[in-house]
């Protein structure tokens, strides 16, 4: 599987961005996609995540209600809705597909298949 992460770029404090996550090769049916992002000299962090069958989605609280993942299985594409963004948000953004136990969304290793990182670079 081939996942194609796009939408990244430069906003103001405040602004939004939407995030997008394609897959080549086969659907997303039967995994779990999630976000994480990364910035220079930090351990990658996880975002979001949306189980692809039921939709049942976990944020880290650092996103929590500015943040919305959601997907369309027409396209098989996971989305990231980020509103009300902040400078702290900057860093590269990766959009990953596995299929981990709920114990374990959040952990990077959880996760076999992974994107390029799109940039998102939010000014104060």
């Known amino acids: 599987v081939q996942l194609q992460a796009s939408g990244g770029g430069l906003v103001q404090a405040g602004g939004s961005l939407r995030l997008s996550c394609g897959a080549s090769g086969r659907t997303f049916n039967g995994y779990s996609v999630a976000w994480f992002r990364q910035t220079p000299g930090r351990e990658r962090e996880f975002v979001a995540v949306?189980?692809?069958?039921?939709?049942?989605?976990a944020y880290a609280d650092s996103v929590k209600g500015r943040f919305t993942i959601s997907k369309d299985h027409a396209v098989n594409m996971v989305y990231l809705q980020m509103n009300s963004l902040k400078p702290e948000d900057t860093a590269a953004y990766y959009c990953?597909?596995?299929?981990?136990?709920?114990?374990?969304?959040?952990?990077?290793?959880?996760?076999?298949?992974w994107g390029q990182g799109t940039l998102v670079t939010v000014s104060s």
């Open positions: 949306i189980r692809w069958s039921g939709g049942n989605t």
């Open positions: 990953a597909a596995g299929t981990p136990i709920v114990s374990s969304w959040r952990r990077e290793r959880s996760y076999m298949y």
